[in-house]
């Protein structure tokens, strides 16, 4: 049986280099643990998301991400709603 992974991130890596910087798989990561409580985000991966060099709310929306995913995850989508989650400040990409 074949598993079928579009739209999810599976941390692979073909997102990057990101022209921002942006750790892309690691942000997906904490992402897809804050949707697993949503109303409660555990403060450990606030903290780590907080902690990271360059944050969703850096992404540009170049879209270099999206184009080399073999899996046609919403990147831009999913930075976007981590600086929504974690409170970092409004996405550069969805201000455009």
């Not at 976007?80 to 400040?89: D, K, L, Y």
């Amino acid at each position: 049986m074949k598993n079928d992974f579009r739209g999810n991130c599976v941390y692979c890596g073909h997102c990057q280099p990101c022209p921002s910087e942006i750790d892309i798989a690691t942000v997906n990561k904490y992402m897809d643990i804050a949707r697993l409580t949503p109303e409660h985000v555990p403060p450990s991966i606030k903290s780590h998301y907080q902690n990271l060099l360059h944050r969703g709310d850096e992404c540009i929306g170049c879209r270099s991400c999206e184009k080399r995913c073999p899996f046609g995850v919403p990147v831009i989508e999913n930075m976007a709603e981590a600086s929504r989650v974690f409170g970092m400040g409004g996405n550069k990409a969805s201000a455009e």
